[in-house]
């Protein structure tokens, strides 16, 4: 996971006030004898603190200098300026909203000294988002025009830059000044769309409604899983800053003794006063209900004069707030004691004692405690949500995290797994879900395994040595290894995946692409030799990284991955419309491999695009913990109309997370919520079709989606994205079949583009299903929407 440049568009809604354009963003554009410059504060007379109104300053990579210069100006009082000297890309920007759709001139004046691209453009103006820039500046010049001409496309709103730099880290200044947006020529939209239902594409694999869960943030632990204590096999000294557990009595009588561990770290010793002063350890801020059950258990050991050894479960101040159990079989080696407690109080801030008030000392090695309506460990409302989303494969378990991740520490009895510091995110990775755990979990909701293995700083021995443990027979090294772990029978995990990100120079064991082609066929080679049949897919990132992978690994790949994220983006349309662009950008650059690459005349290596979302905001459930909204389902409906559209491309699409992490499912300590991008994805993956057919005409500003719902062409689905905030109707013509009289219809909405779904609360969007809608020739279509018909054609 990496973020693209466009994280620059996060928070800058405020400067969208400015420049509201006459008619309206789908209105018909008037032209006059001068037309108005749209840009706020184009000349930069206007300041703010020293600041140029409504401009925002962005340093992107290295550093630069900004300020308003009135030493220099084209016209006026003064310019902006940028300089470095050190090297830097970086850029002034406005935000413009504009008409879709619409051609536009944008101009400006630039001046220069002793400017060095340093591998990048110069100094130039462009536009965010649509990679179109005017003629770049270098070296010293006075005072130089430049302008671009261009189409916004489905874009409502752009962002404009005074861009020094431009991929590359410029040195010297370059002043700006008499900057100016022209509307040349708009459209009135009209949308109308034919659906040619005889016009079929390849038929939408299921796979396009995959899902992807990594060992980050409170996508698993805190999501999926039902653990409530943190930090459980003590990886961090309790007392400590980044414990979660405190002591309880005189903190010096607590420390981690190194010798006598259990999980592989020192497991924290507590040494009791005597006087019958309570001595020991507590974790807070648990959730509990009441009414509610909880289940768990401690791993005790302790001298003869410590016990009994009490662990209570504490919901409130009152004496009779708590419920406790006494262990006195506690003895010199480990041992495992079951805990049981029913609250009977709720509360966000209860926890769990564990003291002593004898003599001598007592240790923890482990604790856990989960609520006991858990299914295998695991939540049962999440598994409910997940079974609803009913996605048909999961990729585990990353991500960055897998190139650090030793699979192995996964295996036998959890409370004996390491804990070890996340490899590639914050937090303690305690291995309680390793690969029984992911393949279980599977089977509980009815799902394919899709595994990653480690080749960033693993190798193809231990890759391979993976694949045999999960479907080799149980006379196999591997095999007996598990049966001897409780499974005898293969799992038979046909989908694997070699890698993640290794073009990327933020990931674990990151290297040239010349050693990596290598480093993957010797991989494949040791997986295949385990097991023939699995399916491997390999690191793939649109340009020369796939380009080779494709050329040089081709015997080795059954399927090639692909990642993009996009972020928050200025305008509805914008924001919605970036997510089909990049799916069409991989789509393209694809079939242009096919065309050119030798090795793919006789083969055909389908995408796997096993990362895509948006990712922007603040972190609210955690680690990329964001928020989603109705505008962000809008665009991942949107998105799967454009896989739909190139069904022949991809294989599989791994929407990137599951759970709290950039998710489609959002859970606090006692509740879980689909998101609303969840909504669309639920909504699409149980009620649209599988055989893709041609939609024609000039729909836009809709995006409008046709489907077969299966062989047999009885039903036709019909989507349509509205991503305007304005109802829209839609005249359709159906080719090859004849309309019904009423219809089924499906709606998702909500009362404004920031409406969202939170745990516990009332969802801002949801699925609306109605039955006997009549049909006529025009689609009426609510703004901001999606709506989706079963239609049983004639």
């Not at 691209?117 to 500046?137: I, K, M, S």
């Not at 079951?338 to 000392?361: M, Q």
């Not at 389902?633 to 599951?658: C, I, K, P, W």
């Amino acid at each position: 996971m990496k973020k693209s440049k466009c994280a620059v568009m996060i928070g800058i809604g405020l400067v969208l006030a400015a420049a509201i354009l006459a008619g309206g963003a789908f209105g018909q554009a008037k032209k006059t004898a001068a037309a108005p410059n749209l840009l706020v504060n184009g000349s930069f007379e206007l300041l703010d603190n020293a600041a140029p109104q409504a401009w925002r300053s962005v340093n992107w990579e290295a550093r630069a200098e900004f300020a308003s210069d009135d030493a220099y100006a084209r016209s006026g009082l003064r310019s902006v300026r940028i300089s470095s000297t050190i090297g830097a890309d970086a850029f002034w920007q406005a935000v413009v909203p504009v008409r879709p759709y619409a051609k536009y001139r944008l101009s400006g004046w630039i001046k220069t000294k002793d400017l060095v691209p340093g591998g990048g453009q110069g100094a130039l103006l462009n536009l965010d988002g649509l990679d179109v820039g005017t003629p770049a500046v270098s070296g010293t010049r006075d005072w130089t025009r430049v302008e671009v001409a261009f189409d916004t496309g489905a874009n409502d709103a752009v962002a404009v830059n005074c861009l020094f730099g431009g991929d590359g880290r410029a040195t010297g200044t370059a002043w700006f000044d008499d900057l100016q947006l022209i509307l040349l020529s708009a459209k009135t939209l009209r949308p109308k769309a034919t659906i040619e239902t005889g016009a079929s594409r390849p038929p939408i694999s299921r796979y396009i409604y995959g899902q992807f869960i990594e060992h980050l943030g409170r996508c698993i632990y805190g999501g999926i899983w039902s653990e409530m204590l943190e930090d459980r096999k003590f990886y961090h000294p309790v007392g400590g800053k980044e414990s979660p557990w405190k002591t309880v009595g005189e903190a010096r009588n607590v420390r981690m003794n190194p010798v006598l561990i259990y999980a592989g770290v020192p497991a924290p010793e507590i040494r009791m006063m005597g006087d019958g002063t309570p001595g020991g350890i507590v974790q807070d801020d648990l959730a509990v209900v009441a009414g509610k059950s909880y289940v768990g258990r401690i791993v005790l050991a302790g001298d003869p004069e410590a016990v009994p050894v009490e662990v209570s479960l504490v919901w409130g101040p009152g004496a009779d707030d708590r419920r406790t159990l006494a262990f006195r079989d506690v003895r010199a080696d480990y041992k495992t004691f079951p805990l049981a407690f029913t609250a009977e109080g709720s509360s966000d801030k209860a926890r769990l004692e564990i003291v002593s008030r004898g003599r001598e000392s007592f240790r923890v090695a482990a604790a856990s405690l989960m609520p006991a309506d858990n299914v295998e460990g695991f939540r049962p409302d999440v598994l409910d949500l997940l079974k609803k989303l009913n996605a048909p494969v999961y990729r585990w378990p990353g991500g960055n995290f897998v190139s650090g991740y030793d699979w192995k520490d996964g295996l036998g009895d959890p409370d004996r797994r390491p804990p070890r510091k996340n490899p590639a995110w914050l937090g303690i990775e305690p291995n309680d879900v390793g690969i029984h755990e992911f393949l279980r979990f599977c089977e509980l909701i009815g799902t394919d395994p899709y595994i990653t293995v480690n080749s960033g700083q693993g190798n193809e021995t231990m890759a391979a040595d993976e694949v045999e443990y999960v479907n080799g027979p149980a006379d196999s090294v591997g095999g007996a290894r598990r049966a001897a772990n409780g499974h005898p029978a293969p799992w038979k995990a046909r989908l694997w995946s070699i890698g993640n990100e290794m073009y990327g120079n933020w990931q674990l064991g990151h290297m040239p692409l010349a050693d990596y082609t290598l480093k993957h066929n010797r991989f494949a080679n040791a997986m295949w030799v385990k097991d023939p049949s699995i399916r491997l897919v390999g690191v793939g990132a649109a340009g020369a990284w796939s380009r080779t992978m494709l050329a040089e690994c081709a015997p080795s790949l059954d399927y090639l991955s692909e990642h993009f994220y996009v972020q928050s983006r200025p305008g509805l349309l914008s924001h919605v419309g970036q997510m089909p662009r990049e799916i069409k950008r991989i789509a393209d650059a694809h079939r242009a491999y096919r065309k050119s690459i030798p090795a793919l005349k006789d083969k055909t290596i389908p995408v796997a695009l096993d990362e895509w979302n948006y990712w922007y905001g603040p972190h609210v459930y955690g680690e990329l913990g964001t928020q989603y909204f109705l505008k962000d389902a809008l665009g991942v409906a949107a998105g799967l109309h454009e896989y739909f559209r190139n069904s022949d491309v991809f294989f599989m699409a791994n929407y990137a997370q599951t759970v709290n992490v950039i998710g489609a499912l959002k859970t606090s300590k006692t509740a879980s919520a689909l998101d609303t991008t969840g909504v669309v994805l639920e909504l699409y993956r149980n009620h649209y079709g599988t055989i893709p057919v041609r939609v024609t005409g000039a729909p836009e500003p809709l995006d409008v989606a046709a489907a077969w719902k299966d062989a047999r062409k009885r039903v036709l689905t019909v989507a349509v994205v509205n991503p305007t905030k304005t109802a829209q109707t839609l005249p359709l013509t159906l080719k090859g079949a004849k309309l019904p009289k009423t219809v089924k219809k499906f709606i998702v909405t909500g009362k404004d583009e920031m409406a969202c779904n939170v745990p516990g609360r009332e969802p801002g969007v949801k699925a609306i299903e109605l039955n006997g809608v009549e049909m006529g020739k025009n689609l009426n279509l609510l703004p901001m929407s999606v709506t989706l018909y079963e239609i049983t054609v004639r």
